[in-house]
């Protein structure tokens, strides 16, 4: 089976509109590959999808066939190893930290263990994972992990807060319990206001997605829910360059970091 053209213009013209993400000639024959499995595993037709999409529950199950969930602990340790840094140098007393997208949920628990290890147990934070991708976030829920996932966590760490679990590592709940987990998506403005203002945003590898256009807009709604001087942290691999949006570019320890003005 191959899914037809025109069905595939209003499948990524759907995506686009409601998560940002732009499936241009480069990834148009994955996105047609997967939307073929999907039909066939789910036994549907093309106007049996077209149709369904429609229906808010189905279009969040689909979600799961075009988000690329890659992520692993400790992932551009960089940027998490600035985090306490940055904490001390504001003389921050406590910090809310945002993790968005969090995908499986590595990338908070990372955050919480770096936190834990370097600021001690004493200090108060608050992490939050947000993801648009429900598989995602019951993954997460669950905190159960392959060895290729863990395989950044220093042996120390990993002793201290995973178990092995059948050939895998689960986090201990001690560890667990300090990332709450949302569904939630970046073009949602009013999902996000009810999470609170955050002094760090992690928004790594998210922008590579959406085009121009909406990079501005996730990140303009993001500043909503950023602290002024509060310090927003992208991908190595992503650039604000070019974009109107609240954010100052600075350089510490060789790494960029932007501040929310
Ligand atoms: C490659 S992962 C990045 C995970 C993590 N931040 C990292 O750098 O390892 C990208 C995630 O973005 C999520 N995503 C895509 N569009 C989104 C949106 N509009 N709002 C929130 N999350 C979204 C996907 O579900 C996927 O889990």
Do not use: W
Request: with cysteine.
């Amino acid at each position: 089976m191959a899914v037809s053209t025109e069905t595939l213009r209003t499948v990524s013209d759907m995506i686009y509109h409601r998560l940002g993400i732009v499936a241009d000639k480069s990834n148009m024959r994955l996105l047609a590959s997967k939307v073929d499995l999907f039909l066939l595993r789910n036994n549907l037709t093309e106007q049996d999808l077209l149709r369904r999409l429609k229906d808010q529950r189905f279009f969040e199950d689909f979600i799961s066939v075009i988000t690329v969930n890659e992520t692993y602990f400790f992932r551009e340790k960089e940027h998490i190893s600035l985090l306490p840094k940055l904490i001390k140098r504001e003389r921050l007393l406590k910090a809310r930290i945002l993790s968005i997208p969090c995908s499986t949920g590595e990338e908070p628990l990372s955050i919480v263990m770096e936190l834990l290890e370097s600021m001690g147990s004493t200090f108060r934070f608050d992490v939050v994972g947000v993801d648009v991708d429900k598989r995602a976030i019951d993954i997460a829920r669950k905190g159960i992990y392959s060895r290729r996932s863990v395989m950044r966590v220093p042996p120390a760490l990993l002793r201290k807060y995973f178990e092995e679990y059948n050939g895998a590592y689960k986090v201990k709940t001690e560890l667990k319990l300090k990332v709450k987990y949302y569904v939630g998506n970046v073009f949602d403005v009013s999902f996000l206001k009810s999470l609170g203002i955050f002094d760090f945003i992690f928004c790594r590898n998210l922008l590579i997605y959406f085009d121009t256009k909406k990079r501005t807009e996730a990140l303009n709604n993001l500043a909503q829910i950023h602290k002024s001087g509060g310090y927003l942290f992208i991908s190595k691999t992503e650039t604000l360059l070019g974009l109107v949006v609240p954010y100052k570019r600075e350089v510490m320890d060789g790494v960029i970091v932007y501040k929310r003005v």
